[in-house]
């Protein structure tokens, strides 16, 4: 069975304190990872798209990398606007453009 | 501007009522969906379309349903709300292919 497993569920950090975000995913024949970031009563919003192992994404203080068993997202310096709760969700090649979402990380960054 | 747009963004109905929940996308996506989540909980797709006229259940059962009679509109219909459908409501779209989706703002519905 498809899995999509994120840890931890919840991550306190103080403002500067880099630290890393898992996404571990059970998928047969994975097409794509992807990071999304939702803020409390909004849409998730896209951050990035990792297609095959080793493949690093960057965008301003985070940076996204993939192997073929789990996802890390890098967190530089976070900021209190980078609290947030972090979804990653997976795209098999059976299944057209469908997305299988994991449970997310809540970050707090704390000032 | 290029956006997916949701109405309303709250709701709060009683028992029994037909509700239809708009989404409308301007980036000309031929995809969309319509996701469910609870809070604190992980997105479940309920329904979704590849383009005109064509509609398919996801992976979460949901007494809703949809229509894409329009490549940028993607309404859902709730005949009879419940208490058991407060939830909110998610729509996305995606380009043709391979490709991220991109979410609107979410309606969060309350049945009462």
């Known amino acids: 069975e498809d899995q999509v497993t994120q840890s931890p569920e919840a991550l306190r950090l103080q403002e500067g304190e880099s630290s890393s975000l898992n996404c571990s995913y059970t998928v047969s024949g994975l097409r794509g990872l992807f990071w999304y970031r939702q803020d409390p009563g909004k849409g998730p919003e896209f951050l990035f798209t990792?297609?095959?192992a080793g493949e690093e994404k960057e965008k301003e203080r985070l940076k996204a990398t993939l192997t073929k068993k789990e996802s890390f997202l890098h967190i530089t310096a976070p900021k209190p606007e980078d609290s947030a709760t972090y979804l990653c969700a997976v795209q098999k090649e059976t299944s057209g453009s469908r997305l299988t979402f994991g449970e997310g990380t809540q970050l707090t960054v704390n000032p | 501007e290029a956006d997916i747009y949701q109405t309303p963004r709250y709701l709060v109905i009683g028992t029994g009522k037909k509700i239809t929940l708009e989404c409308s996308q301007t980036m000309g996506h031929d995809k969309m969906y319509w996701y469910q989540q609870d809070p604190g909980m992980e997105l479940h797709l309920i329904h979704y379309?590849?383009?005109?006229?064509?509609?398919e259940k996801g992976d979460l059962s949901s007494e809703s349903t949809v229509s894409r009679i329009r490549t940028e509109h993607f309404p859902l219909t709730l005949e009879s709300a419940r208490p058991s459908h407060t939830s909110q409501y998610l729509c996305a779209s995606s380009t043709y292919g391979v490709g991220e989706q991109y979410f609107g703002p979410g309606t969060r519905l309350t049945v009462t």
């Open positions: 990792l297609y095959s």
């Open positions: 379309s590849y383009g005109v006229n064509s509609t």
